[in-house]
């Protein structure tokens, strides 16, 4: 069977590569609708895979025409003409929402902090659909004040004892610049990802799983070691200039809630003992990662 069998035979079932060599899908694509009625598809798992990977796919076939053929056949209950294929589509974009719309939460917050992949130096962003939050949020964010109701356009009253938590327009046009580079930043972070896995890949290493009907954006590689002790990996790998640090410490470790009611079983525990974040910078190329990765093989 070659790879193009192969794989197609995998979409069908539902299943997606994202690191296969992106010159194959469009020949797998091709394949499948040339051969549609001889394949049998498992259509549900079809549409998982389309709503969680759908626009890292689309973007590596890159062409929208036999792409909106092959799903007017693969995607379960369709009916119909018409079939709209939106860039960068996700779950949350395909049930008619987008991300940080907060359809499981009453609160998403994201982070610009400065080593994100979208970073304005500092800051973040909020999002929700309670308007008595917004409006909450919005008071405590400028210093607790707000618009007097007197009219006038510079009369302005403090309510509360607020924060000074905007973000300037110079800040947030950084952000937003770097939007366009997102999805590369995202794919170079997963192969980065892939690199360490290739190389560190004996039982002794366990990296951080993707969960089911999720596309992570492996923003930083983590993993933990079955026998090995990290401090001997942090102190060789800093005296080669390769920066790493152990997982967050849980928070009921920290001295602000000593005194906190903690519910644990030993999980944060571990990870924060075990566990390791890896030099995950984009401008990293496949040898530094073998050269990281060779190191940390040398400790016992």
Not at 219 to 227: A, D, H, P, S, V
């Given at each position: 069977?070659?790879?193009?069998?192969?794989?197609?035979?995998?979409?069908?079932?539902?299943?997606?590569?994202?690191?296969?060599?992106?010159?194959?899908?469009?020949?797998?694509?091709?394949?499948?609708?040339?051969?549609?009625?001889?394949l049998?598809?498992?259509?549900?798992?079809?549409?998982?895979?389309w709503?969680?990977?759908?626009?890292?796919?689309?973007?590596?076939?890159?062409?929208?025409?036999?792409?909106?053929?092959?799903?007017?056949?693969v995607?379960?209950?369709?009916?119909?003409?018409?079939?709209?294929?939106?860039?960068?589509?996700?779950?949350?974009?395909?049930?008619?929402?987008?991300?940080?719309?907060?359809?499981?939460?009453?609160?998403?917050?994201?982070?610009?902090?400065?080593?994100?992949?979208?970073?304005?130096?500092?800051?973040?962003?909020?999002?929700?659909?309670?308007?008595?939050?917004?409006?909450?949020?919005?008071?405590?964010?400028?210093?607790?004040?707000?618009?007097?109701?007197?009219?006038?356009?510079?009369?302005?009253?403090?309510?509360?004892?607020?924060?000074?938590?905007?973000?300037?327009?110079v800040?947030?046009?950084?952000?937003?610049?770097?939007?366009?580079?997102?999805?590369l930043?995202?794919?170079?972070?997963?192969?980065?990802?892939?690199?360490?896995?290739?190389?560190?890949?004996?039982?002794?290493?366990?990296?951080?799983?993707?969960?089911?009907?999720?596309?992570?954006?492996r923003?930083?590689?983590?993993?933990?070691?079955?026998?090995?002790?990290?401090?001997?990996?942090?102190?060789?790998?800093?005296?080669s200039?390769?920066?790493?640090?152990?997982?967050?410490?849980?928070?009921h470790?920290?001295?602000?809630?000593?005194?906190?009611?903690?519910?644990?079983?030993?999980?944060?525990?571990?990870?924060?003992?075990?566990?390791?974040?890896?030099?995950?910078?984009?401008?990293?190329?496949?040898?530094?990662?073998?050269?990281?990765?060779?190191?940390?093989?040398?400790?016992?």
């Open positions: 069977m070659n790879k193009i069998v192969f794989f197609a035979n995998e979409i069908c079932e539902g299943r997606y590569d994202c690191d296969v060599d992106a010159s194959l899908w469009e020949p797998v694509i091709r394949y499948i609708f040339e051969n549609h009625k001889t049998e598809f498992c259509k549900d798992k079809i549409h998982t895979l709503t969680v990977s759908g626009g890292h796919l689309r973007k590596k076939i890159n062409n929208d025409e036999l792409l909106t053929k092959v799903l007017k056949l995607l379960p209950l369709y009916c119909g003409e018409g079939l709209v294929l939106y860039r960068g589509e996700c779950r949350f974009l395909y049930e008619n929402r987008k991300i940080g719309c907060c359809q499981y939460a009453d609160i998403t917050v994201l982070s610009f902090h400065a080593i994100k992949s979208i970073t304005t130096g500092e800051g973040g962003a909020i999002t929700t659909n309670d308007y008595n939050l917004f409006e909450c949020i919005n008071k405590l964010r400028s210093h607790g004040v707000i618009k007097s109701e007197s009219g006038y356009p510079w009369e302005y009253c403090q309510i509360l004892l607020g924060y000074n938590y905007r973000m300037s327009n800040l947030a046009a950084i952000g937003v610049a770097q939007m366009e580079v997102l999805e930043r995202v794919d170079k972070k997963r192969e980065i990802f892939s690199w360490y896995e290739e190389f560190l890949y004996e039982d002794e290493y366990e990296f951080m799983p993707e969960l089911v009907n999720s596309y992570g954006n923003w930083l590689t983590t993993l933990t070691f079955k026998t090995k002790d990290i401090q001997n990996i942090i102190d060789l790998l800093e005296e200039n390769c920066e790493c640090r152990p997982l967050w410490k849980p928070m470790q920290q001295p602000l809630f000593k005194d906190a009611v903690s519910i644990t079983n030993g999980v944060s525990e571990r990870l924060y003992n075990r566990g390791l974040c890896l030099p995950s910078g984009t401008t990293m190329t496949k040898e530094d990662v073998k050269y990281v990765s060779t190191l940390i093989k040398g400790i016992k």
